[in-house]
């Protein structure tokens, strides 16, 4: 049904201006209040959670909406990063990532695409990547004797992603996360060169058709190595699998697992044991597809009541974001001999973008390192040495804004400092 089906829901949109900060009842001060970094960046309605529902309803009505450069602008100047759904779903029943990323779809199915995101999309179709393909997908791997999934039947499959996977900078983090599974004694695997983009990043940019095709490749390795579970790194990986992978019912029973989740179930169940002493004071940075994205899909049939609410037989449950991987990633940190965690203003369901998410990255670097450097301003003032994340894109544009910026922040994934720990 793509857009139509959640006409209802953009109609509900009463111009509250809620979609644009934290809800009131958690906001400490005007300097960490706003939520979306769109309309905090732009400072235009439309470029808000409830403009584009605004838009939405538009593009439905009988006169339509014609696609315009600023239009454009506007649909494709937003993270996906879902902070004003969570908002408004603080005290409201309505969708409203869902029909932003329709939105999306909707503007690709025309034709109207960003020529960068274009760009973008030819590599994944041309390669499986979503990044530039730097020599050999698994060439990280080298010498550390893993077992190639493509071949062998695993309990576990490690599914790396494409930054880890070709960047040099990021491929740490891979090479981190495969010794501390072979630390624990995991019966796991990689695809190796086999290995494909999950597609998420490609859904945010509005290429459902890719996202499809890419996850119908995902689950045929999930299947040819027998894996029950899959683990990523990458918070993006991580949403793909857990969530779109379910939300267009092709998920099954698999089980999956960001490697802060697992490591937090290795150490509980005495797999793993950090004896090395970390020192440092640190805050945590929720990525928004780990948070508030991640959490489980919700699925619903039914149909509205007759009359003016917007009431539902059987009630529609809503995704509010506070089912996301939040203790985890804090546990493993707590864990960890020698580290101070202080929290930022804007965490959880309420964090703060890194600025990479959406194809902004792509299509508009400079907004996106702008979000970066709101949210590195905002990790200084906890007065903590490091910020620590769990996603390669969160700590690659944490990287890129501080290197403008001058700070002294040092950035982390949590993978580096298990590692170090042990």
Known sequence: MGLEQYKGDMA?????????????????????????????????????????????????????????????????????????????????DMEVQEPINEIRIKAVQDGQTNPALEKVIRNLRKEGSMVPARGKRGAWA???????????????????????????????????????????????????????????????????????????????????????????????????????????KMKGDLEVLHISEYIDRLLQEGRLKLRKKVDLSVTYHDPCRLGRMGEPWIHWEGKKIPGDRFVFDPPKQYRRGSNGIYEPPRNVLKSIAGVKLTEMTRIREYSWCCGAGGGVNESNPEFAKWTAKERIDEAVSTGAEAIVTACPWCEKTFNEAIGETGSSLKVYDIVELVENAL
């Open 12 to 92: 509900m949109c009463c111009r509250c201006s809620c979609c644009k900060f934290i809800p009131m009842q958690r906001v400490s001060g005007l300097q960490y209040a706003n939520v979306c970094p769109s309309i905090a960046k732009y400072e235009f309605h439309a470029y808000s959670g409830g403009g584009r529902m605004n838009i939405g309803t538009a593009m439905l009505s009988e006169e339509g909406l014609p696609y315009t450069d600023k239009l454009l602008d506007i649909i494709y100047n937003c993270q996906m990063c879902g902070a004003c759904g969570v908002s408004c779903n603080y005290a409201m």
């Open 142 to 248: 080298s010498g550390l004797k893993l077992k190639n999934a493509a071949k062998e039947k695993v309990d576990v499959l490690y599914h790396v992603g494409c930054l880890t996977s070709y960047d040099p900078e990021m491929q740490k983090l891979a090479r981190a996360a495969a010794k501390i599974l072979q630390k624990a004694g995991v019966d796991f695997g990689i695809a190796g060169d086999s290995e494909t983009c999950c597609g998420g990043r490609a859904y945010q940019m509005g290429y459902e058709k890719d996202f499809l095709n890419q996850a119908k490749k995902n689950m045929a390795m999930v299947r040819k190595c027998g894996a029950r579970t899959v683990v990523t790194t990458c918070a993006d990986g991580y949403q793909a699998f857990k969530v779109l992978y379910d939300k267009y």
